[in-house]
């Protein structure tokens, strides 16, 4: 067995994912890709932002086909031996898995880093195929055409991971990223000894392929293609399998499955189903503790740069999807380029790709309190920003007022809206007076689960605080109203029953202890003016 070459270490890792509290069976997978094999000359690449289980598939589709191995014992036990004649593919292939994210030591150069990779690769086919006289000085792919024209069985299944994590090295440069497409072409491209390539990466090809170095690739995107979508990141109904198993084998749940769809869910595949961020499920589940996992797990100050760079051009979108709004965005994920993000829509499809944002429907949107987070925390923090930063800076200080029924400076602190010149306070409508209160109230997301437009009593309410680290804590109904009264928001709120949100059902006790209070918003478009009523409910 060899490094790369049927080696073993695939099928190692996979079946200690197979072994996990939280492990999800999604071998369902090589149904589909099983006839590629079949048919040959088929090479798919997956791209999806970090921890999205690109490498947990890989290992999987290795460690079946790979004849390194023998792999009975993980899946026999899972959906795929269910799969007619599954057994006349599984570990019958010799299979090159090559993960391109690591280095020899101390290297500092593209040429050390890809001598390394030929160098073991070449090792591996020496060692298989003793019989073949082996020149090292010639390239991989020559030695592999040699063993496939004396030998027409001898063909290869390639799995290559994370292909693109050289591009992100510094050492690297502009030449070295053409050498690299060159290397991978001349291996891959119209090669009789290659039966399938499976490769992933975070970002698109056509990032860095402006010619036809990998054309023979079908790109599979989360944005763009609805293909294997359902194999990176939990579905909703994988997502309810996992909180059971976690409210069957946790002493103390801590956790809520509206939770968990709170804080990681709002990713969505291209036909509309919704995916929650498989790292972040799983840690907090393994943790019984809601927590920024995914976020915390790679280089995300590219997020900071990107906003830093570009404010003209993205605040006010910003600012609207503080607001818990989508966007419309023409995405461009080929221009996905580190550090060199022009546009509205570069930036905002560079941060589609990184999954920093949500896309769905020709919009995007900051996807859940995970992220959400990780832009409050830019927007208290960038004064470049302008209106949206002293708006943002202001929003404990709103949330205290609120709780302490202080109208007055309630008001104040919206009417400094007018004092930085919000260019959404036309306020032709609500969305616009929206995105301002949101802002204002960014500091409650701390402790507060704020929903938007939630579905209680007898309609919809504009906002709506549920208390998150304290169920003790106050408890917040907010309505808006343009040209109208607070008193009139504060009606509709009693007409409407909305407090029962916070109600338990019938002969069951009540989730939040706290008061509860009704705050009416309004604005006066003629006088320009803001006018506020909070009102304890009970």
């Known amino acids: 067995m060899g490094i790369y070459l049927n080696s073993k270490t695939a099928y190692h890792l996979f079946k200690i994912d197979t072994e996990q509290p939280y492990f999800v069976d999604?071998?369902?997978?090589?149904?589909?890709?099983?006839?590629?094999?079949?048919?040959?000359?088929?090479?798919?690449?997956i791209t999806r932002p970090r921890r999205f289980g690109k490498t947990v598939m890989a290992n999987l589709i290795s460690s079946f086909f790979s004849r390194?191995?023998?792999?009975?014992?993980?899946?026999?036990?899972?959906?795929?031996?269910?799969?007619?004649?599954?057994?006349?593919?599984?570990?019958?292939?010799?299979?090159?898995?090559?993960?391109?994210?690591?280095?020899?030591?101390r290297c500092t150069s593209y040429r050390e880093?890809?001598?390394?990779?030929?160098?073991?690769?070449?090792?591996?086919?020496?060692?298989?195929?003793?019989?073949?006289?082996v020149d090292e000085a010639e390239a991989v792919w020559d030695i592999l055409l040699t063993i496939n024209d004396r030998d027409?069985?001898?063909?290869?299944?390639?799995?290559?991971?994370?292909?693109?994590?050289?591009?992100?090295?510094?050492?690297?440069?502009?030449?070295?990223?053409?050498?690299?497409?060159?290397?991978?072409?001349?291996?891959?491209?119209?090669?009789?000894?290659v039966i399938f390539t499976y490769m992933t990466g975070i970002l698109p090809i056509a990032k860095y392929s402006s010619g036809s170095e990998l054309n023979m690739f079908l790109e599979y995107t989360m944005a763009a293609e609805e293909k294997f979508s359902q194999y990176f990141g939990f579905t909703e109904q994988e997502a309810d399998m996992l909180f059971?198993?976690?409210?069957?084998?946790?002493?103390?749940?801590?956790?809520?499955?509206?939770?968990l769809r709170y804080w990681y869910d709002g990713y969505w595949t291209k036909s509309g189903n919704r995916l929650y961020n498989p790292r972040s499920v799983v840690a907090s589940l393994k943790n019984?503790?809601?927590?920024?996992?995914?976020?915390?797990?790679?280089?995300?100050?590219?997020?900071?740069?990107?906003?830093?760079?570009?404010?003209?051009?993205?605040?006010?979108?910003?600012?609207?999807?503080?607001?818990?709004?989508?966007?419309?965005?023409?995405?461009?994920?080929?221009?996905?380029?580190?550090?060199?993000?022009?546009?509205?829509?570069?930036?905002?499809?560079?941060?589609?790709?990184?999954?920093?944002?949500?896309?769905?429907?020709?919009?995007?949107?900051?996807?859940?309190?995970?992220?959400?987070?990780?832009?409050?925390?830019?927007?208290?923090?960038?004064?470049?920003?302008?209106?949206?930063?002293?708006?943002?800076?202001?929003?404990?200080?709103?949330?205290?007022?609120?709780?302490?029924?202080?109208?007055?400076?309630?008001?104040?602190?919206?009417?400094?809206?007018?004092?930085?010149?919000?260019?959404?306070?036309?306020?032709?409508?609500?969305?616009?007076?929206?995105?301002?209160?949101?802002?204002?109230?960014?500091?409650?997301?701390?402790?507060?689960?704020?929903e938007r437009e939630d579905k209680v009593g007898k309609g919809y309410v504009d906002f709506i605080f549920y208390p998150e680290t304290d169920r003790g804590a106050d408890c917040i109904v907010l309505e808006l109203k343009i040209d109208s009264t607070p008193e009139d928001a504060i009606r509709q709120i009693k007409d409407r029953n909305y407090a029962q949100r916070f109600k338990g059902?019938?002969?069951?006790?009540?989730?939040?202890?706290?008061?509860?209070?009704?705050?009416?918003?309004?604005y006066d478009k003629s006088r320009k003016q803001h006018s506020c009523q909070v009102e304890v409910l009970s």
């Not at 090559?98 to 020899?104: A, G, L």
């Not at 880093?113 to 006289?133: M, Q, S, T």
């Not at 929206?434 to 507060?448: H, I, K, S, W």
Request: proline letters at 3%; aromatic letters at 12%; charged letters at 25%.
């Open 26 to 45: 999604k071998t369902q997978i090589l149904e589909e890709i099983i006839p590629l094999v079949e048919n040959g000359g088929s090479q798919v690449c």
């Open 68 to 105: 390194g191995c023998n792999a009975e014992d993980i899946f026999g036990k899972l959906q795929i031996s269910k799969y007619v004649d599954y057994q006349q593919y599984m570990n019958k292939y010799p299979v090159i898995h090559i993960t391109f994210n690591k280095q020899p030591r």
């Open 113 to 133: 880093y890809i001598d390394r990779i030929e160098g073991l690769l070449i090792k591996d086919i020496r060692a298989a195929y003793p019989d073949v006289e």
């Open 152 to 193: 027409d069985s001898a063909k290869f299944i390639f799995i290559l991971d994370e292909w693109d994590y050289i591009f992100h090295q510094s050492f690297v440069t502009e030449e070295d990223k053409q050498a690299y497409l060159s290397f991978l072409q001349n291996l891959l491209k119209d090669m009789p000894y």
């Open 244 to 259: 059971e198993r976690y409210l069957t084998s946790t002493v103390k749940p801590n956790l809520t499955r509206e939770g």
């Open 288 to 450: 019984n503790n809601f927590g920024n996992y995914w976020t915390s797990s790679g280089p995300y100050d590219e997020i900071f740069y990107y906003i830093e760079h570009n404010v003209a051009a993205v605040r006010d979108d910003l600012a609207l999807m503080a607001a818990g709004m989508s966007v419309p965005v023409r995405i461009l994920e080929y221009a996905a380029t580190s550090m060199s993000l022009q546009t509205k829509e570069e930036i905002f499809s560079a941060m589609v790709v990184y999954g920093f944002l949500s896309y769905k429907n020709g919009k995007v949107c900051i996807p859940n309190k995970e992220l959400m987070e990780k832009f409050s925390d830019m927007l208290q923090k960038e004064p470049s920003l302008g209106y949206v930063y002293s708006l943002a800076n202001e929003s404990a200080r709103m949330l205290e007022a609120t709780l302490a029924g202080d109208t007055e400076t309630m008001a104040q602190i919206l009417e400094l809206a007018h004092d930085t010149e919000v260019p959404l306070l036309s306020y032709n409508n609500e969305i616009e007076l929206t995105a301002v209160v949101n802002l204002v109230y960014l500091a409650a997301r701390d402790n507060y689960r704020v």
């Open 505 to 522: 059902k019938i002969g069951e006790q009540d989730k939040y202890t706290g008061r509860i209070l009704a705050v009416g918003i309004s």
